[in-house]
């Protein structure tokens, strides 16, 4: 594959940032956590992965702006293009030595995602995709799956938690879901969930309550893998809403309908 130059900016600045969480990952005992809210955690990783991302893509493009979970919005001189990035998803995961997370970098132009990086560093897995190019792992073009029916397939979801979500409505869909589909899993790290969807390991995937950085890199990513992204309304309002479904055009279709029922 030929790689642009905006993805090879991208890819190098999500690699060194994911060297970082790896080195923190080592010595997780040692690290300063503080909360956010309930169940929502934040160390000197997260931070110190994010100032790694936000210094590398401002050398390289040093007008784009940045949506950064933790260090919030920041504009830039050319309004159209904004980072979008999670510098560590899967921070419970993280902090209690759980090898599963992500970097997550995207870029929106005028609000809509088209390009995205997922990282995980554990495995050394790079998933990248621009917009009308394909999507890729570790240089491999990847496509979702190609399963037709629920009852083939494993989806991946999130989970409401302490301080965060509907319970009972869960409840419901999980009683609609579970048991017609091969089996359902939470990971932990959306970016990752994405990013498994669009490497068709996962045959969809599903989550409220998210934020832009979640999510910006991996519609991308899906999308070009071939997989159908919408909002829980079938809608594109994804980032506005912060809720997301995706997988293959039928598998999306059928999750969505049952979860609508529910
Ligand atoms: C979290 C993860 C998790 C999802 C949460 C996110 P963070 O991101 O993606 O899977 O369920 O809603 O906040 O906080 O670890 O970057
Ligand atoms: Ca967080
Ligand atoms: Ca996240
Ligand atoms: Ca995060």
């Not at 955690?41 to 110190?48: C, G, H, L, Q």
């Not at 998803?89 to 088209?114: C, E, K």
């Not at 995937?205 to 991996?218: N, Q, T, V, Y």
Request: aromatic share 8%; with cysteine.
């Amino acid at each position: 594959m030929i790689r642009s130059p905006l993805m090879t900016v991208m890819v190098a600045a999500v690699r060194k940032a994911g060297r970082s969480l790896v080195r923190d990952f080592g010595e997780v005992e040692n690290l300063q956590v503080s909360m956010k809210g309930p169940a929502d955690f934040v160390s000197n990783a997260d931070r110190k992965a994010e100032r790694i991302l936000q210094e590398e893509l401002t050398k390289a493009r040093p007008n784009f702006g940045f949506i950064l979970e933790e260090g919030g919005d920041i504009d830039g001189a050319d309004e159209s293009h904004r980072w979008i990035i999670d510098p560590l998803d899967g921070t419970t995961n993280f902090l209690h030595g759980i090898p599963l997370f992500a970097v997550s970098v995207g870029l929106a132009r005028d609000g809509v995602p088209v390009a995205g990086v997922i990282y995980n560093p554990i495995t050394d897995e790079m998933y990248i995709a621009e917009k009308g190019a394909g999507a890729f792992l570790n240089d491999r073009r990847i496509r979702v799956a190609a399963r037709r029916s629920l009852s083939e397939s494993v989806i991946s979801c999130g989970l409401p938690h302490m301080g965060r979500g509907d319970f009972a409505r869960f409840g419901r869909e999980y009683a609609a879901i579970a048991p017609r589909v091969s089996g359902l899993r939470r990971t932990g790290a959306a970016a990752l969930d994405l990013a498994w969807v669009a490497a068709g390991r996962f045959d969809g995937f599903w989550e409220r309550g998210l934020s832009p950085w979640d999510m910006a890199a991996g519609i991308v990513i899906v999308r070009e893998a071939g997989g159908y992204v919408s909002d829980l309304d079938d809608g594109d309002k994804m980032l506005a809403k912060g809720d997301i479904i995706v997988g293959n055009e039928i598998i999306r279709r059928d999750l969505l309908a049952m979860l609508r029922k529910a």
